[in-house]
């Protein structure tokens, strides 16, 4: 009977090595051509919501404005040029110059974390701060018909 446990004890320690090995693994942080693309979502409240587009060439744009059932929405988008924009490992950093004129000097940066991109943007005059998560636009529209869709399969049921 003891014979027989050994290969199930080798087996075992193995198993057990290589999960081992496999619990110390680090992510990799993104590269600078994984972020690129669309980054939508609000801030912490849900008053204001964030458009990021990061272009390959490091530049790109970012807009804010409220949602249209608050009387801020009025005051329209602000509008920012991503004069450059870069990665350090799951940091985040844009120059920002605004471009409409109801936007005031501001910088962000954030942190990439799994599949989204926490991003702080700070009003450099007036000392404002937006907290904001934002998800990748197209991994966004993809999730929301894939549930959608999901949804609608129960309810013809």
């Known amino acids: 009977m003891r014979r027989n446990l050994y290969p199930l004890v080798i087996v075992l320690t193995i198993m057990a090595?290589?999960?081992?090995?496999?619990?110390h693994k680090r992510a990799?942080?993104?590269?600078?051509?994984?972020?690129?693309?669309?980054?939508?979502?609000f801030d912490g409240a849900g008053s204001e919501f964030i458009r990021l587009e990061l272009q390959g060439n490091s530049s790109g744009y970012l807009a804010i404005i409220a949602p249209?059932?608050?009387?801020t929405h009025d005051y329209g988008a602000q509008?920012?040029?991503?004069?450059?924009?870069?990665?350090?490992?799951?940091?985040?950093?844009?120059?920002?110059?605004?471009?409409?004129?109801n936007a005031e000097?501001?910088?962000?940066?954030?942190?990439?974390?799994?599949s989204s991109l926490r991003l702080d943007i700070l009003g450099i005059k007036r000392r404002w701060k937006i907290d904001s998560v934002l998800f990748s636009e197209s991994q966004l529209e993809?999730?929301?018909?894939?549930t959608k869709d999901a949804i609608l399969a129960f309810q013809k049921k």
Do not use: H, M
Not at 68 to 71: E, G, L, N, R, Y
Not at 79 to 101: F, H, M, R
Not at 142 to 146: A, D, L
């Open 105 to 114: 000097p501001a910088q962000a940066k954030g942190e990439i974390v799994v």
């Open 68 to 71: 249209p059932d608050f009387i």
């Open 142 to 146: 993809r999730s929301n018909k894939e």
């Open 17 to 23: 090595v290589n999960c081992s090995a496999q619990a």
């Open 28 to 41: 990799t942080p993104p590269t600078a051509d994984q972020v690129v693309g669309t980054w939508v979502g």
């Open 79 to 101: 509008v920012y040029k991503i004069a450059e924009w870069s990665v350090n490992g799951w940091q985040i950093t844009c120059d920002l110059s605004p471009s409409s004129s």
